[in-house]
């Protein structure tokens, strides 16, 4: 999963550094990810895993790094499972 | 719904706006007018002071800024371009046939012109102020005004689809844009209770388009980025926004390379006053005759 965020990542993120370079918790808005790259990352990972964002979970909180877009995704995967 | 059909009927009827065929296009009369011009006084008196720079602009913009600004990524339903028609002799023949016979669409082969109807009066500024190069440190202030477009059609008189927004847009460091915004909170405030009218200030959003957009409202309430001054017009439950404070961070100086002396990027904040809004809001508070308002709202305005 990790890796595939970062591919999203490095593909519309935007941002002025690699993200290869980037740590997991490093803050992504403090690298440089804007508000609408985080919508098109938002929609990037709803198609990579096939999900959906319920609107509770779309806010910055959700992708403010990587570690926190790994936490998100895993938590509406296990909902799913759940359900 | 049935009391904005009412406001707007009583409207109507009074005269003070005046019935086009279209939703949310209305003419106004001289009475509506001359609130929205004795509103801009007010609006001058308080703020005349700062100095800031006045530019006008009617109410379509260079195209290519609009495609810049990023209008269509949040709003494409909002967004209003002028479309003419650009073909020869033979087009315009088939043209008259179409609108005669008018089963077809005329306007499907209408050519888009290097105009867009403007969505908000800042928007042709921050393109004008780049072109003069760095902003100098201590910041700077402007004065707009324009009508403004937006794709809404409504039977809420205080929804029009051409209206007048009149702003004031600060540009500098961040403390100095979110102190400019928090004066005019202030400011709006007094001003608003000085019209007996009742007011509060709450966040706000704008409304971005789609399922996305519920993300960028989010950001944007997260953030504190935008609040509004309500009054209610149609309705006491959902009082109306009669002037929002918004704050943009460094994205427009980011955007449009709005640089202080010092070479960091400005930040920006926007101040717009609804001026239909407001006059409706006095209309609605005051009774539809401005020679019954109470002397001191008349004072205000007129004294």
Avoid at chain 2, 18 to 26: A, C, H, M, N, S
Avoid at chain 2, 165 to 187: I, K
Wanted: charged share 25%; with cysteine.
């Amino acid at each position: 999963m990790n890796e595939t965020i970062r591919e999203l990542l490095t593909r519309v993120g935007g941002l002025p550094v690699a993200v290869t370079e980037l740590e997991d918790g490093a803050d992504l808005y403090a690298a440089g990810l804007s508000s609408f790259a985080s919508v098109q990352l938002m929609l990037g990972l709803e198609e990579a895993f096939d999900i959906e964002f319920p609107d509770s979970l779309l806010n910055r909180k959700s992708f403010a790094s990587i570690a926190a877009i790994e936490q998100t995704v895993s938590h509406i995967l296990k909902a799913r499972e759940a359900a | 719904m049935d009391m904005q059909v009412s406001f707007l009927d009583r409207l109507f009827d009074a005269g003070l706006l005046i019935e086009t065929g279209v939703d949310g296009l209305y003419g106004r009369s001289g009475q509506f007018e001359d609130v929205i011009a004795a509103f801009e006084r007010l609006i001058d008196k308080v703020g005349g002071d700062d100095g800031a720079e006045a530019m006008r602009f009617p109410p379509g913009m260079n195209r290519a800024f609009f495609e810049t600004s990023g209008y269509m990524k949040s709003f494409p339903q909002l967004a209003g371009t002028v479309h003419s028609f650009c073909g020869n002799e033979l087009d315009h023949m088939s043209l008259l046939k179409c609108m005669e016979v008018g089963e077809e669409d005329w306007t499907k082969d209408q050519e888009a012109t290097d105009i867009v109807l403007t969505p908000a009066a800042c928007y042709p500024l921050y393109p004008t102020v780049a072109r003069r190069g760095s902003l100098p440190a201590g910041g700077a202030l402007f004065d707009l005004q324009s009508y403004c477009f937006r794709h809404e059609p409504s039977k809420d008189p205080a929804r029009q689809q051409l209206f007048r927004m009149r702003e004031y847009v600060c540009m500098g460091t961040e403390s100095h844009v979110t102190d400019f915004r928090q004066l005019w909170m202030d400011r709006g405030v007094e001003m608003m209770k000085s019209l007996g009218l009742e007011v509060e200030i709450d966040i706000a959003n704008d409304p971005f388009f789609g399922r996305a957009g519920k993300m960028l409202v989010n950001n944007q309430r997260d953030q504190n980025l935008k609040f509004e001054l309500l009054i209610p017009i149609t309705s006491v439950a959902k009082p109306t926004a009669c002037m929002s404070f918004n704050y943009h961070q460094d994205s427009f100086g980011l955007k449009w390379g709005l640089n202080l002396e010092d070479g960091s990027v400005a930040h920006t904040a926007c101040v717009g006053f609804g001026l239909e809004r407001i006059a409706l809001a006095l209309f609605h508070t005051h009774g539809l005759d401005v020679k019954e308002w109470p002397g001191s709202v008349r004072a205000t305005l007129w004294g």
